[in-house]
Every structure is written in C-alpha cells, then in structure tokens.
C-alpha cells in the first residue's frame, strides 16, 4: 500500500516537473511569420560623429513607436564618421560596404549620412514626414513567407530559425540566387559622445542593428539557423530580430519581418 502511495506521489512529481519545464520552454520561444502582404524594409545608415543625423534617428524612431506593422526600420550605424575623434559603438564596416553597394547601384559616387533606402532605393520622403510606402508595393503579394522562431539557446545566447516558403500568388522568385539576412537589433539605447560633431549631445536610437547573419541557396522550408551573442551590456528585454529576403543583385527586397523577442 506504501509502495503505491510513493509510486502515486512521484509520479505526480514528475508531471508537475515536466508541465514546468514545458510552461517554461513555452515562454522562452518566440514566434513570427510574416503576413500575405507585402511589408516595407526601412534601412537607416546614420552615425553618432554626424551632426546632421539626429533627426533621421528621430524619425526612424517615431516609425518604430507608429503602430504600423507593415514598416519595418533598422538602423545601420557607419564606421566613416568615427575619424572625427568618436568611435560610434554601433558601427560596423559591413554596413559601410552595404551602404557603398546601394551608391553604386544608384550610380551614386559616394555614401553620406543620413541615408535611408526604402526597399533598397534611395527614400528622401521622410524628410517632409511623408508615410513609408512604395507606390508600386501598396497592397502587393510578397512573393514568399518567412516564419521566425527564437529561443534561447544558452545564458547568454540565441538560436534563431528561419525558414522561407514560396507563395505561389505571390508571382514566384527564384531563391538559389536569393540571400536570407537575419539582423539582432536593439530598441531604448541612448549615448553621449565625449567628441566629434555631437559632443555631448544625448541621442536616442531604436531598432539599432548589433548583430546579424546572412545566408546564400536558400531551400524552400528549410529552416536556417543563426546563433547570436547576447553581450552582457545590452537590455535583454528591448531585444528584436529582423529578417528579410533579398535579390543577390540587392536591387528587391522579397519581404520581411519582424520578431520583437519575448525571452
């Protein structure tokens, strides 16, 4: 009869246990697939050494806080302004070199900030408060779905996964020669710089791209995994992931979305 009765109360343990354990799995993974609709990718290339940007950092963040889901903004800190004697701590060559790859496909001779590129073109529209919408792309089918999911992988870690599905009313794109960009970005952050153009001047940046990771041949419902350091600096809670798919020629953007995280 003992036996029973202890064989009853671990087994109850164990369930208990192991509904805990998933309940927790539970809130640790998030989820986001993108909607029918095409959404509008928003490209920032702005700098914390440039006495010009601050207002483009300001309205990039009223797009961010607007309500509209459909626009999708990340903001992309550029390196060339750092020999004025400030080091931007967001910025980074590669968003340099994505930025110089725009220029050239715009026949432009050289990048400036701010710069904001509405699907991959030049937009100067935000500077009048204009909405973030291509004309041709209102109300268009995205050629492809993406489904995000996020979960942590470690103490300080994140698994990301990415898979990407054709829509066959979506027109049809061919994803071998398509790339897939998974961004980890940041919201709330504000700086000070100690020289330069902005000395001591307090900024405020959202959706500030720290990290990201690019892969080429996508596979249709292959998930492709991406693996990011969570540096012990940044707040966790105002974490996010963007993804989107391009045009290896950079000239279309397929569409994209966006995963705040729920870690």
Not at 76 to 105: C, I
Not at 107 to 129: H, I, K, M
Request: aromatic share 8%; glycine share 6%.
């Amino acid at each position: 009869m003992k036996n029973r009765i202890l064989t009853k109360l671990l087994a109850a343990c164990f369930l208990t246990v192991l509904a805990f354990n998933q309940a927790l799995a539970a809130e640790n993974v998030c989820k986001k697939t993108s909607p029918t609709g095409k959404n509008v990718l928003i490209e920032l290339f702005t700098s914390d050494g440039c006495d010009s940007c601050p207002p483009a950092n300001k309205w990039l963040t009223s797009v961010v806080k607007g309500g509209d889901k459909s626009v999708i903004p990340v903001s992309m800190h550029v390196t060339y302004w750092n020999h004025l004697g400030w080091k931007d701590e967001f910025s980074n060559p590669y968003f340099d070199a994505r930025q110089g790859s725009y220029a050239k496909l715009g026949n432009a001779r050289f990048s400036y900030t701010p710069g904001v590129f509405l699907n991959a073109r030049e937009w100067r529209g935000w500077r009048d408060g204009k909405r973030a919408e291509p004309d041709k792309s209102t109300g268009e089918t995205a050629p492809v779905s993406i489904n995000l999911v996020a979960r942590r992988s470690g103490d300080n870690e994140l698994a990301v996964e990415a898979t990407v599905t054709p829509v066959p009313s979506g027109g049809g794109v061919d994803l071998v020669s398509a790339r897939l960009y998974v961004l980890l970005y940041e919201d709330d952050l504000v700086t000070r710089p100690k020289a330069g153009e902005l000395k001591n001047v307090q900024l405020k940046h959202d959706h500030v791209v720290r990290d990201w990771n690019v892969a080429d041949g996508i596979r249709s419902d292959k998930a492709i995994a991406s693996a990011f350091k969570i540096s012990s600096n940044w707040n966790q809670k105002n974490l996010g992931v963007v993804a989107f798919v391009q045009s290896a020629d950079l000239k279309t953007i397929h569409q994209v979305v966006d995963l705040p995280l729920c870690l």
